[in-house]
C-alpha cells in the first residue's frame, strides 16, 4: 500500500557530513509526520528528529545543532543533513512516516522503511 525507500547512508569519516532520503510511494492521500530513527548494536531504537506537515521539528537532544530534518511534500520525500558526524552516530538509520492512505482506500498508514547503515570511523 504504502513503501518507503531510503537512500544515502555509507561510511564517513568523525567531523563529516551525510545526507539521508527517504522517498514515499503509493497508495497516498496524506502524509502527516515524518521521521528518522536509529539503532545501534545493543541498543534501543531511538527517535531522532521529526517534522509534521505544517513543518515543525523535533530533535533528539543529541544531534540538536548537528542534524537538520526537512521534506518535500510534493515528492512525499524527507531528508536528515546530518553534519558534525561523531561516532556515536554510527547506526541502522530508519524512515518512518504515518498519515492517510488515498486511491479508493479508507485509513491510516504507519510505515517504516528497510533501514540504512551509517558508520562514522577514522
Known amino acids: 500500500q504504502v513503501q518507503l525507500v531510503e537512500s544515502g547512508g555509507g561510511l564517513v569519516q568523525p567531523g563529516g557530513s551525510l545526507t539521508l532520503s527517504c522517498a514515499a510511494s503509493g497508495s497516498i492521500f496524506r502524509i502527516n509526520t515524518m521521521g528518522w530513527y536509529r539503532q545501534a548494536p545493543g541498543k534501543e531504537r531511538e527517535l531522532v528528529a521529526s517534522i509534521t506537515r505544517t513543518t515543525s521539528t523535533n530533535y533528539a537532544d543529541s544531534v540538536k545543532g548537528r542534524f537538520t530534518i526537512s521534506r518535500n511534500n510534493a515528492k512525499n520525500t524527507v531528508y536528515l543533513q546530518m553534519n558534525s558526524l561523531k561516532p556515536e552516530d554510527t547506526a541502522v538509520y530508519y524512515c518512518?512516516?504515518?498519515?492517510?492512505?488515498?486511491?479508493?482506500?479508507?485509513?491510516?498508514?504507519?510505515?517504516w522503511g528497510q533501514g540504512t547503515q551509517v558508520t562514522v570511523s577514522s
Open positions: 518512518n512516516t504515518e498519515g492517510l492512505l488515498g486511491s479508493g482506500l479508507i485509513g491510516p498508514f504507519n510505515v
